[in-house]
């Protein structure tokens, strides 16, 4: 299968998004990339690509993670920078 969609749906209506999915070789490197994070001996960083964050809003370990990493993190942790940036 080459094609994928998820399909979000509430009473009123269903909304059909296609995936790109990823080929081969490219989702072997990104499952190896991520392996190799759970088995380092330090804690990798935090997000901070603006095109990733978003993600922390939504992370089930965000709690954990503010506690380990000392401070906030995600769009509260650049905030935080802008500010100090400017200050
Ligand atoms: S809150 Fe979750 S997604 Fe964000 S940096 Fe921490 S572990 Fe990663």
Same mark, same amino acid.
């Given at each position: 299968m080459n094609s994928a969609e998820n399909v979000y749906q509430d009473i009123a209506e269903q909304v059909r998004i296609p995936i790109n999915m990823l080929p081969i070789p490219k989702a072997?490197?990104?499952?190896?990339?991520? +392996?190799?994070l759970h088995t380092q001996d330090?804690?990798?960083g935090i997000l901070t690509d603006p095109q990733e964050i978003w993600e922390c809003e939504w992370c089930p370990s965000r709690a954990k993670c503010e506690e380990l990493h000392g401070?906030? +993190?995600?769009?509260?942790?650049l905030e935080k920078e802008e500010a100090a940036k400017t200050a």
């Open positions: 072997r490197s990104l499952l190896e990339f991520r +392996v190799a330090d804690l990798p401070g906030p +993190v995600g769009k509260a942790a």
